[in-house]
């Protein structure tokens, strides 16, 4: 086992990791910006080191800084959580260079699922099915591009070949916007990832945003967990993360858990991953990507199956076995996230940065809050708004949402616009009681 780990992250997920390592015996190391000097994650380590102004090119993404950190402070692992340097593949060469391992998968396997052109055909090779699209990328001045469009049928959608997080996406619904779709998806795909690069998939309407969480050690054993549904979205990006999905079956379940881990064996995944797919309204459905590292909505899953993911990621990468299969995981509880931005929903979910004055989080018997904030924090501009994790659990799903319903109420931050109030109205909707909610 490790005796000191690196959190290469900040906000919840970085106090998350040091909850985790603390519980296992493991020393901890908190990186950070000077913007982030005064945050929870720098208190709760046990030791901290700034790695650069408050940019995250020049810290959070400073590869030499965080190395140097490491050896500095004698970690021989780093995790880190996910966004920045999570899915990056050269971070996970360095660090293996350097001596230090990497709390997440192979580099081969980031690489591969990174890419998801490569991504697609590794899947259709796998017999996992995948949304209709282009053998490769496509540009605008590829006059084939209408004879692709018309062959998958419209509407179509673009995706850039790297990254995620909703970023050089279109939907084109006829020939005359494709062109212009395109250089509008490679100009967002070039200025986020790097990459100008870009494909052609059919969209899928109506669809639902289910995922399977897998986790995988050394000896090849990869197993899956029970199902999140995270159709609730904006911009691409999830608001609510629910388990067991409302809307598919137990044999569908089955089918897909199968699925999910027939991609992770593909791959010779290690440690824990997310494999994604569409699920149309006549209950097909498809493989859209892997996320190659924990998940925000990971407590969705902790909570119905009782195992803790990020102990299990950190005693995977120090190369521990899986002690447990799919068919003996059951679920015991419902389970719902509503996460928690700093951004006002009525003006287009524009950030709301600043400081936060009274502050009150929820509790009591069937809450958890996962959250890096508290009264006179601060929320800096630089980075990604997430600012807490509600999560209820029951017996059932509308005890759940019952539960849901009276800790958002709970909620109060002032200083500072934020998501409780849109997520109590959600959970009041009546289309969301019914749990057929799809992304569209």
Known sequence: ???????????????????????????????????????MHVTMADESVCVGPASASESYLNIPSIISAAEITGADAINPGYGFLAEYTYFAEVCESCGITFIGPKR?????????????????????????????????????????????????????????????????????????????AQTEAKANFGNPDVYMEKYIEQPHHIEFQILGDAKGKVVYLPERDCSIQRRHQKLVEESPSPFISESLRKKMGKAAQSAAEAVGYITVGTVEFLVDKNMDFYFMEMNTRIQVEHPVTEIVTGIDLVKEQIKLAAGERLSFDSSATKIKNHAIECRINAEDPDKDFIPSPGKIGKLYLPGGPGIRVDTHVYSGYTIPPFYDSLIAKVIAYAPTREET???????????????????????????ANEYFHEGNICTD
């Open 401 to 427: 949402i019952s539960k849901m319903s009276r800790a958002l109420k709970e909620v109060i931050i002032e200083g500072i616009k934020n998501t409780a109030p849109l997520h109590a109205k959600i959970m």
């Open 108 to 184: 081969s396997s980031i690489e591969k699922m990174g890419d998801k052109i490569a991504a697609r055909q590794l899947m259709i090779k796998s017999k996992v099915p995948v949304v209709p699209g282009s053998d490769g990328p496509v540009s605008a001045d590829d006059p084939n591009i209408y004879k692709i469009a018309e062959k998958i049928g419209y509407p179509v959608i673009i995706k850039a070949t790297a990254g995620g997080g909703g970023k050089g996406m279109r939907v084109v619904v006829s020939q005359e916007a494709l062109k212009n779709s395109i250089i509008m």
């Open 1 to 39: 086992m490790f005796k000191k780990i690196l959190i290469a992250n900040r906000g919840e997920i970085a106090c998350r990791v040091i909850r985790a390592a603390k519980e296992l015996g493991i020393k901890t190391v908190a990186i950070h910006s000077e913007a982030d000097k005064e945050s």
